[in-house]
């Protein structure tokens, strides 16, 4: 299984700044995705982070408002641009590995998530 | 649409007693099933799949779950609850939308408590 380090493991941020998130992987892995968790809820996907392109967003998720990087296919980064509280949450990296048919079965795995408070 | 539903938001069972956390799925087609377990203040750990084959799928820490085609569940169990199982747990399904866009449909999550 990938070993994914996220950094950083949590923050508090002034409302109207932006912080930006990191996810390196030990390994080279198809996909890359980054949710977003209300502590004690479910995920909710904010988007599909694309090698070398545009990432891939969900409905309710702006390129604007989280600008997504992957130079590469061990390295990520998540942007939470102008942060009010209501950005205050559990972002955590995710990475699936596979190729071809394999990716439907290929589970997931998780970096160790980053709790942001916004103030 | 794919879609997950854990109908219940907590269980309780007494260690040593077995566990069940529930899951039922919505799918078209074939269905890819996963549990996750999420331990206080930390990420997300794979527990099993199911992908074909057997209906039981062992998994790691001594859990398994079931699938039930015809009553489209996937229900996570154990047959003796540890203190330390105690966690959110997590059932997802693997979904395809039209722009072949592949990613997993969570379920609201079930904690789990296990009582010594």
């Known amino acids: 299984s990938a070993v994914i380090s996220q950094k950083p493991s949590r923050d508090i941020c002034q409302r109207g700044t932006s912080l930006t998130i990191q996810c390196q992987v030990d390994?080279?892995?198809?996909?890359m995705f980054w949710y977003r968790q209300q502590p004690g809820q479910s995920l909710t996907l904010i988007a599909t982070?694309?090698?070398?392109?545009?990432?891939?967003?969900e409905s309710g998720f702006v390129i604007d408002k989280f600008p997504i990087s992957r130079p590469n296919l061990t390295f990520s980064t998540l942007t939470v641009s102008n942060m009010s509280p209501e950005d205050s949450s559990i972002y955590l990296c995710?990475?699936?590995?596979?190729?071809?048919?394999?990716?439907?079965?290929?589970?997931?795995?998780f970096g160790q998530g980053t709790r942001l408070t916004v103030v | 649409a794919q879609s997950v539903a854990q109908p219940e938001d907590q269980v309780n069972v007494a260690e040593g007693n077995p566990l069940t956390v529930k899951c039922t799925y919505s799918?078209?087609?074939?269905?890819?099933l996963f549990w996750y377990v999420q331990y206080p203040n930390r990420g997300l750990q794979f527990l099993l799949k199911?992908?074909?084959?057997d209906n039981l799928v062992k998994g790691s820490y001594g859990f398994e779950a079931e699938f039930n085609k015809s009553q489209t569940s996937f229900h996570l169990k154990k047959p003796s609850a540890l203190v330390s199982d105690s966690a959110l747990y997590f059932c997802?399904?693997?979904?395809?939308?039209?722009?072949?866009?592949?990613?997993?449909?969570w379920g609201l999550g079930t904690s789990l408590a296990v009582n010594p």
């Open positions: 995710s990475v699936e590995d596979g190729q071809g048919s394999f990716l439907m079965n290929t589970e997931a795995f």
């Open positions: 390994s080279q892995v198809t996909m």
């Open positions: 982070a694309n090698q070398g392109s545009e990432a891939t967003y």
């Open positions: 799918v078209s087609g074939n269905p890819y």
């Open positions: 199911y992908i074909t084959g």
């Open positions: 997802a399904v693997r979904s395809v939308n039209a722009g072949n866009n592949r990613k997993l449909i």
